[in-house]
């Protein structure tokens, strides 16, 4: 039995996710795992036809693909999804329909849920039978009873390689809108000195992408300014090394214009909009770069305070999991959420009238200085991020450890001497009878106690 593991790890063999792939080699011997670095040979690939095409009929003899990667921004590495792109550009799909697929991850456990519903549905559209997907915080082996869990997961596989069993479809097929969008003259709003910066990928690849971006520029007085990612200088993607731990310095610093564009453009803007048009289950590989890229800024919201935005062109509303993924990112980055606009809303008239919405609340949210409270996204993310930083990641990651320490990141609530009192004390006395029968017939009224002194001089 020969498996195809797609590694989508940028540094190739020497990563952490590669070392579950070669446990599970050794756990089952009777299956040979072929290993293609797929993602740290994207560029060769991507220029070599021969050689993509030597990778795609290896995966056609094959009888299953592992798909093993770590996350990156909630999703693969940009390599990865460029890789992901050329199977679909180079009409490739024919060499993984049918067959069993599994998809393996290594990360922190921040957004995995994200990343293997991508891939489920990248399998989907491939015809590819999901078995499903192996989530591996990143120590998990050193685990006794994460390997037996690992052990299983294999073995669940390889029994279902063997035994051809049939697989649930959870995705459909992408409908794209028809709309041809046209925009209409809107009446500029005035960003009271606010700059606005709109950011695409490459209007020039979808006409609706390039009038709707058109129309969000010309809905600001001043128009906004519009920077396109296919003329910033960008090398390569995230390289994985992790170099900027230290002190947020990108090891491309120098070499591409990257880091210039993110600090003194990107962090300039007081409102910021992504826009992009959807590839496969994303937006492009250029913008997954792009999102991948910035983390010479850590696990730190480098673009705090600011209002953010999204244009989509294609089928959004198909994509829930696209829209987790922007709106937790703009949670995470601690941005004001202004909303989403795409050419999939209805008429052009509809989304005309959405684009100067969103102009409008963009402005007035960056006026005011609004941001909503956040959510679930930066209250738990940030709890995980503080946590491992505390903890083990600490050595890498030292510029977090910083930020985390000056933001006062490490509020962890066994440091909070009077309620650990308070909470032991309510605790000791509530196993009274007595007591206990009178703290439960005050609670709610004792809970709602003490707002009634901000309701009281709220004018």
């Known amino acids: 039995m020969k498996i195809a593991v797609l590694n989508g790890s940028p540094k190739g063999p020497v990563s952490v996710t590669m070392q579950y792939v070669r446990f599970l080699q ?58 992901i792109e050329l199977i679909f550009e180079r009409k490739a799909a024919a060499a993984f329909r049918g067959k069993p697929a599994a998809c393996l991850t290594t990360s922190i456990n921040f957004f995995d849920h994200t990343a293997h519903n991508y891939m489920n549905a990248v399998c989907d559209d491939l015809g590819m039978k999901y078995f499903g997907s192996y989530s591996a ?108 731990g230290m002190d947020n310095v990108c090891v491309y610093e120098g070499k591409d214009g990257f880091v210039d564009f993110f600090n003194n453009k990107v962090k300039a803007a007081d409102i910021l909009f992504f826009a992009g048009a ?21 696990h730190t919201p480098a673009l705090k305070g600011r209002q953010l935005g999204f244009v989509i062109a294609g089928p959004l509303r198909q994509l829930d999991n696209l829209r987790e993924i922007m709106t937790a990112y703009a949670e995470i980055q601690h941005c004001n959420l202004i909303g989403f606009v795409g050419d999939d809303l209805g008429t052009a008239a509809q989304i005309n009238t959405a684009l100067q919405s969103v102009a409008r609340r963009a402005a007035s949210f960056a006026e005011s200085g609004y941001a909503k409270p956040p959510t679930f996204y930066q209250v738990a993310g940030t709890k995980l991020f503080r946590d491992a930083v505390y903890g083990r990641l600490r050595p890498v990651f030292q510029a977090d450890h910083r930020y985390y320490k000056q933001h006062g990141y490490y509020n962890f609530p066994q440091k909070n001497y009077k309620w650990r009192l308070i909470n032991n004390t309510i605790i000791v006395l509530t196993k009274i009878p007595r007591v206990r029968r009178e703290f439960l017939k005050r609670m709610k009224v004792e809970m709602v106690k003490p707002f009634g002194r901000f309701l009281k001089n709220t004018q």
């Not at 670095?37 to 299953?64: H, P, T, Y």
């Open 26 to 83: 050794m756990k089952f011997p009777q299956a040979k795992f072929q290993i293609y670095d797929v993602a740290q040979k994207i560029n060769r690939l991507e220029k070599d036809k021969q050689e993509f095409q030597n990778i795609i009929s290896e995966i056609g003899s094959s009888q299953a693909v592992l798909w093993a990667f770590p996350l990156y921004f909630f999703l693969v590495c940009s390599q990865y999804k460029r890789f």
């Open 137 to 244: 915080e990143m120590s998990d082996m050193h685990k006794s009873a994460e390997r037996k869990r690992l052990s299983a997961f294999g073995r669940l596989f390889v029994d279902a390689i063997e035994e051809d069993l049939p697989a649930i479809k959870n995705y459909q097929p992408l409908v794209f809108p028809k709309v041809v969008f046209k925009e209409s003259k809107p009446k500029p709003v005035k960003t009271g000195g606010k700059k606005v910066l709109i950011i695409a990928d490459d209007t020039g690849k979808n006409g609706n992408l390039k009038k709707m971006v058109e129309g969000l520029s010309a809905s600001f007085s001043p128009a906004a300014e519009v920077v396109e990612l296919k003329n910033i200088d960008i090398k390569g993607g995230c390289l994985g090394c992790m170099h900027c």
């Open 278 to 298: 959807i590839r496969d289950r994303y937006l492009s590989a250029q913008w997954k770069c792009f999102f991948d890229r910035s983390f010479f800024n850590g």
